[in-house]
Each structure stands twice: as C-alpha cells, then as structure tokens.
C-alpha cells in the first residue's frame, strides 16, 4: 500500500465475524470478469447460460478497484482460457457437455476461450492498468499452474479480497486452494454473481459456515465503509 490517505488496516464487518487486515499484507483478486463469461457469444453463453446474471457484479468490482488503485492495493486479475493449440487445454474438459460450440470453436468474439482472442479479454468497465498483475489459468483455481503463489509471497500478501464470476465455480475454486495455501480469503458477496442466484447463495453459505470453513464473507459497502471510517478516526486523531 503506498497512500498516506487510507489506514494501514482495517476491521471489516463479515460473516462468520469481523476480521481485521493489514491493507499491506492483502490483494484485491478480481476472477475471470472476461467477455466470454459477460457477454453473448462467449463460453458462458455456448453452455446454455443467462449471461445477464453476471452484470450485476459489475459495478461492486469496479468500487472496490477504484479504492485499490487509490489506496495502492495490490491488485490482480485472472483470465481462464487455452493456448490457441489447446496443449493445456486436458480434452475431458473440452469435449464436456454439448455446448453450441466448443473450446477453441470460432465464434462471434474469436475462437471461444482462447487467449488473445477478444472474448478472452476482460471486459472494459474493470480493464486492467499496465501495471496491475494478470493471472492467465487454464483452470479454474487461480494457483493451478500459474504464477499466483510464487506472485503472492513475492509481495507478502497474506488476506485476499475475492470476487468475481462465477462464486461457485472458479470463485470457490479459487478461495479453497487459497484457503489450503493459508491465505485468509475475504469473498465479496455483491462482487460475485452467478447464472444461477441459488448456486451464488449457496456459495456464499459453503465458504463462511462452520466458522468460515474456507474463510469470510462480506460486501463492498463493508469494506468502502472500514477505509473511510479508520481514514476519519486518523484524520480526527491527527486534529485534536
Ligand atoms: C466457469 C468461471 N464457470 N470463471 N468459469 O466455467 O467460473
């Protein structure tokens, strides 16, 4: 963190209970928001999906990078897709189901999940800057063979703020690796959507049950709200 302007930690309201984090130790992990999962013609919709589900994550995502790049957050970014050989592509996953068109298909955004193709990218609302980190994964976990844990300890983070799409799939992936690699993962409930609202409920509920069994589960506002309230204690305390 690099700005005088916010606290150096916070407590943030979540569920199972509040959690405290050193904003130099955590990671805003913002998962596949690409234009094939958002947008017709993309991978999402060749499986039969309602991509209209997802754009409400959209504007929670983009508060939240707007207070990381502010506040000099560590941000990061992953994509799901495939080499254009589809070498790290493993075929039970590409000859799955029997979607309107497949891996590596030519479709209205390029070949469907491929890197480099337009679909792969992400979505211009939440576009990376030059300088923030992008994680491409072939899997839905962030740490399957990436970069992600090699990249984590290089900066010293220890708590991740996730969201993203889908919170069952590779949210809840992502978190459950993070969460056996001993990161304390704080998922942003507004900040994930799903095509289906009852897999996004219940994805919630699996990752902060049993006393957050994969970790803590809060939303934007929460987290806005314990900046700017440690930011005017600080500023009220340099006043008196
Ligand atoms: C899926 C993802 N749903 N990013 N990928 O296949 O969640």
Not at 55 to 73: E, F, Y
Not at 154 to 166: A, H, M, P, Q, R
């Amino acid at each position: 963190m690099t700005s005088s302007k916010y606290p150096s930690h916070s407590t943030v309201i979540a569920e199972p209970g509040p959690i405290d984090l050193d904003w130099s130790k955590t990671a805003l992990v913002i998962i596949d928001m690409q234009r094939d999962f958002m947008e017709p013609g993309g991978f999402g919709e060749t499986l039969g999906n309602d991509v209209s589900q997802l754009a409400r994550a959209i504007k929670p995502i983009a508060a939240l990078l707007g207070m990381a790049r502010d506040a000099g957050i560590l941000v990061i970014h992953t994509r799901e897709g495939h080499l254009p050989d589809l070498s790290d592509a493993p075929v039970a996953k590409v000859e799955r189901g029997a979607p309107s068109l497949r891996i590596g298909d030519p479709g209205p955004m390029g070949r469907i999940l491929i890197r480099g193709e337009a679909g792969h990218d992400i979505i211009p609302q939440l576009y990376p800057l030059d300088s923030e980190i992008v994680i491409d994964k072939p899997g839905k976990g962030a740490f399957y063979a990436t970069e992600m844990g090699d990249l984590l300890q290089k900066y010293g983070i220890e708590n991740l703020l996730v969201c993203g799409v889908t919170t069952e799939v590779c949210v809840n992936t992502t978190v459950r690796e993070a969460n056996d690699r001993g990161y304390r993962c704080v998922v942003v409930s507004d900040g994930c959507a799903s095509y289906f609202p009852e897999f996004h409920e219940m994805g919630l509920k699996m990752i902060k049950a049993q006393g957050g069994i994969f970790g803590w589960v809060t939303d934007s506002a929460a987290i806005l709200q314990a900046i700017s309230l440690e930011t005017s204690k600080a500023t009220a305390t340099a006043g008196a």
